[in-house]
T-cell receptor
Framework: AQSVTQLGSHVSVSEGALVLLRCNYS??????LFWYVQYPNQGLQLLLK??????LVKGINGFEAEFKKSETSFHLTKPSAHMSDAAEYFC????????????FGTGTRLQVTL | DSGVTQTPKHLITATGQRVTLRCSPR?????VYWYQQSLDQGLQFLIQ???????AKGNILERFSAQQFPDLHSELNLSSLELGDSALYFC??????????????FGNGTRLTVT
């Protein structure tokens, strides 16, 4: 079985500041990891994903995440926050195989202030 | 635009009633997933269909049912509605049977309000 834990249900940063959203996963086998973003009144949109290979993954809108197996983490970062980044962010984990399911974390709401 | 279409966008109904939510997956996607999102429960997986057959079940109540039709669109039926069923219901689609490394493509959801 797999699971993800997102530390911090709410994160507030100033515009221009570093964004760091934390995600830790639990999996008995190498996982596939995802970050999704949900803007108000919209569905979830894929930001980036890690499958295999390079552990630093770049996504849309300037976001990136680093897979650290030793720390079982997949934290999401962006060097400089923009007002338009205000949204809810979900970390998710999946395993290989045709019976695999996507398991979401509880989400982190990012607030960006002036 | 994800390519996943959900109708209706909003639904207001009374307790005890039955409603049907509809989803058209992205062109070429064979899997359809249903999720419920509420403030207290977060994002909960309900059920998955792949090419017309039920593939996986999550936290779906017995009062809820779903099906996927030959044209691959899916419907989620909610009956004997209770106040606690008020939530945002999302449909997502993907190309494969298992999620694996294939991302899900989400619709914009149906907001259900039970009064």
């Amino acid at each position: 079985a797999q699971s993800v834990t997102q530390l911090g249900s709410h994160v507030s940063v100033s515009e221009g500041a570093l964004v760091l959203l934390r995600c830790n996963y639990s999996s008995s086998v190498p996982p596939y990891l995802f970050w999704y973003v949900q803007y108000p009144n919209q569905g979830l949109q894929l930001l980036l994903k890690y499958t295999t290979g390079a552990t630093l993954v770049k996504g849309i809108n300037g976001f990136e995440a680093e897979f650290k197996k030793s720390e079982t983490s997949f934290h999401l970062t962006k060097p400089s926050a923009h007002m338009s980044d205000a949204a809810e962010y979900f970390c998710a984990v999946s395993l290989t195989g045709t019976a695999s399911k996507l398991t979401f974390g509880t989400g982190t709401r990012l607030q960006v202030t002036l | 635009d994800s390519g996943v279409t959900q109708t209706p966008k909003h639904l207001i109904t009374a307790t005890g009633q039955r409603v049907t939510l509809r989803c058209s997956p992205r062109s070429g996607d064979l899997s359809v997933y249903w999720y419920q999102q509420s403030l207290d429960q977060g994002l909960q997986f309900l059920i998955q269909y792949y090419n017309g057959e039920e593939r996986a079940k999550g936290n779906i109540l017995e009062r809820f049912s779903a099906q996927q039709f030959p044209d691959l669109h899916s419907e989620l039926n909610l009956s004997s509605l209770e106040l606690g069923d008020s939530a945002l219901y999302f449909c997502a689609s993907s190309t494969t049977a298992g999620t694996g490394d294939s991302p899900l493509h989400f619709g914009n959801g149906t907001r259900l309000t039970v009064t």
